[in-house]
């Protein structure tokens, strides 16, 4: 086994919206599309749709949603012997993307906040095989921390992107993460630093090398993405320009390739580049999940 995802999945609900209704009003939208999303199994299926064997811990409700669900990890290769069900709805995201491809997302976590430190320790056998654990915030601080501790207690490298933002996240509990990788928001709520100009990201991300980090990974959107590390100049790389159509689930995308080549080269360089462009790709074509290229498809558009 190559990856671990501890993490949410939901039900997106997509709405293409030409606007937000106001407060007691009702408007219609052109489009709507329901997919399978959420943050950690999108990362998943996006390193598995790479060629990564994913194996994924997580938990769906007792409803319609969650057969869909498993069914869906299932058909993109992702190892679901650990995706256990509960008494609970599933998660669902319902999400709103505007004119201008920018979205909006409600996230009802349900089944996923009940993911519990006990369910890493019920997959313990199979996550020590693995080379690399990714974590996100879609469910509870006290299962995110506990896995982060299992990386560390059984020396498995852990990447953890703190999305969505979460202002209870608390910085001691995270800082022996091998891979911390924020958005400029999520950087400035932890560090409560500005995000505004390039050289303010690197003051920020840069606190949290002096704060014990090992390698903090910034995604800028349209900025591109900056890598600093102890020890060596930081990395910046140019966002992919690209015609975008739906940004939703990007960022996942983005985890999803880096974690893949990382894993596969081991070099952060290469992974970032690789996964700037899988991000890039993602947006545009409709949909989450939908939305992530195969192995094949992507070295077709990078043309190797
Ligand atoms: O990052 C995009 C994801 O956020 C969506 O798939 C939605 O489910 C929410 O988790």
């Not at 996923?112 to 654990?133: F, H, R, T, V, Y």
Request: hydrophobic letters at 45%; aromatic letters at 6%; charged letters at 20%.
């Amino acid at each position: 086994m190559d990856i671990a995802v501890i993490g949410s999945n939901m039900v997106d609900l997509i709405s293409y919206i030409t606007r937000m209704p106001n407060e007691g009003e009702t408007v219609e939208a052109p489009d709507f599309r329901m997919g399978c999303g959420g943050k950690g199994a999108n990362r998943a299926v996006a390193a598995a749709r790479l060629g990564s064997r994913v194996l994924m811990v997580s938990r769906v409700g007792n409803d319609m949603f969650a057969d869909r669900t498993i069914e869906n990890l299932a058909e993109n290769g992702v190892d679901t012997r650990y995706v256990s069900r509960t008494e609970a709805t599933s998660g669902v995201a319902p999400i709103f993307v505007d004119k201008e491809s920018h979205n909006s997302i409600i996230v009802v976590k349900g089944a996923n906040a009940k993911l519990s430190p006990a369910d890493i320790e019920n997959a313990a056998a199979d996550i020590e095989k693995c080379q690399l654990i990714i974590l996100q915030l879609e469910i509870s601080l006290e299962t995110v921390y506990a896995a982060i501790d299992f990386g560390r207690d059984h020396g498995i490298p852990v990447l953890l992107n703190p999305a969505p933002a979460e202002p209870e996240l608390v910085l001691e509990k995270v800082k022996s993460v091998d891979y911390f990788v924020p958005n400029e928001s999520e950087l400035s709520m932890l560090t409560g630093m500005p995000v505004d100009t390039l050289a303010d990201i690197e003051n920020a991300a840069g606190a949290l090398l002096d704060a014990g980090m090992k390698n903090v990974i910034v995604t800028m959107g349209e900025r591109g993405v900056l890598w600093l590390a102890p020890g060596h100049e930081p990395v910046r790389i140019d966002a992919t320009k690209v015609e975008a159509r739906d940004t939703t689930g990007a960022g996942d995308a983005f985890i999803g390739c880096f974690a893949h080549y990382l894993v596969q080269t081991g070099d952060v360089r290469a992974a970032m580049k690789y996964a700037n462009a899988y991000a890039g790709l993602s947006v545009t074509a409709l949909g989450t999940q939908t939305s992530y290229a195969t192995k094949d498809a992507f070295l077709n558009y990078l043309g190797e």
